[in-house]
C-alpha cells in the first residue's frame, strides 16, 4: 500500500489549499483517514480525522477554517484549507488507519503518506 500526498504549495494569509491524499494498492477499505501536520519546532499536531462513515473531528486550531472529505470508492481523502494563516504552515501527513487488504482481510493496518510541504506568507 502506497499513500501519495500532494496540493501542497506556497499561498498568502487569508487564502486557500486543498490537500489530497490517494492509497493504491489491492485495499479493500479504509476504516478512517487523519491528516497531521508538523512544524519546525513544533510539536505534530492531528488536523482532522474522517471515518468510513464520515463523522469528522477537527484541531480546534482549524476548526471552521479546514473541511476534511473522503472517498470511499478512491480510497481517498482531502483536505480544504480556508483562511489559511501563517501559523498553518507546517508539513501535512496524512494518514490511513484501519486499512484491509485483499491479501489479509482481517488484518487491520495503518498506513503513511509522504508529507506535503505547506507554506503561508503573512
Known amino acids: 500500500v502506497q499513500l501519495q500526498a500532494f496540493g501542497g504549495g506556497l499561498v498568502q494569509a487569508g487564502g486557500f489549499l486543498t490537500l489530497s491524499c490517494q492509497a493504491s494498492g489491492n485495499i479493500v477499505s479504509v476504516d478512517s483517514w487523519r491528516w497531521y501536520r508538523q512544524a519546525p519546532g513544533k510539536q505534530g499536531e492531528l488536523v482532522a480525522s474522517?471515518?468510513?462513515?464520515?463523522?469528522?473531528n477537527y484541531a480546534d486550531s482549524v476548526r471552521g477554517r479546514f473541511t476534511i472529505s473522503g472517498d470511499n470508492a478512491k480510497n481517498a481523502v482531502y483536505l480544504h484549507m480556508n483562511n489559511l494563516k501563517p501559523e498553518d504552515a507546517a508539513v501535512y501527513y496524512c494518514?490511513?488507519?484501519?486499512?484491509?487488504?485483499?491479501?489479509?482481510?482481517?488484518?487491520?493496518?495503518?498506513?503513511w503518506g509522504q508529507g506535503t510541504q505547506v507554506t503561508v506568507s503573512s
Open positions: 474522517i471515518t468510513r462513515g464520515d463523522t469528522t
Open positions: 494518514k490511513a488507519n484501519g486499512v484491509r487488504l485483499v491479501t489479509s482481510p482481517t488484518s487491520l493496518n495503518d498506513y
